[in-house]
């Protein structure tokens, strides 16, 4: 079975005024780690996150290892929504798909995509509150 995973994109190149600005906007310093699978960062999580560059440097960091055993991990370069339910969609007409995410956008774009050749395609978290996407169209 293949696993689609898509994260949502984050401009890795910034210039020093615009990280200047993000700081000011956010009110908080955003420091720029460099790190590697095999380290732990020493941050907060809310501090490591504030930083765009720190998120990107993250995506890139999980996207390699979940290419490296064998899931497709396509790169957005913005906001993930349409990839996710383009991917999930796609794979429901080969297969049961779950789509996990919890984002009423892509649930939206998958309540009104075309999967009239569905096996089956799932939306939410967690099993107890899953949403057949397939049903709701019928």
């Known amino acids: 079975k293949k696993v689609h995973i898509s994260f949502d994109g984050y401009d890795i190149i910034m210039s020093k005024k615009s990280a200047q600005q993000e700081i000011r906007a956010k009110g ?3 420091k720029m780690y460099e790190f590697d699978y095999d380290m732990k960062v020493q941050a907060d999580k809310p501090s490591f996150l504030a930083n765009s560059a720190n998120k990107t440097s993250l995506i890139y960091l999980l996207s390699s290892q979940f290419r490296e055993i064998g899931a497709d991990v396509p790169q957005s370069r913005g906001d993930a929504g349409y990839s996710i339910a ?3 969609i796609k794979a429901s007409l080969h297969s ?3 789509c996990l995410a ?3 956008d892509i649930l939206i774009m998958l309540v009104y995509g075309d999967h009239k050749n569905s096996k089956g395609l799932f939306f939410g978290l967690t099993p107890s509150k899953l ?3 397939t049903e709701l169209k019928k």
Do not use: Q, Y
Request: proline residues 0%; aromatic residues 0%; hydrophobic residues 35%.
């Open 86 to 88: 383009e991917s999930a």
């Open 96 to 98: 049961k798909t779950l």
């Open 102 to 104: 919890a984002d009423t």
């Open 28 to 30: 908080k310093s955003s």
């Open 131 to 133: 949403i057949h996407v």
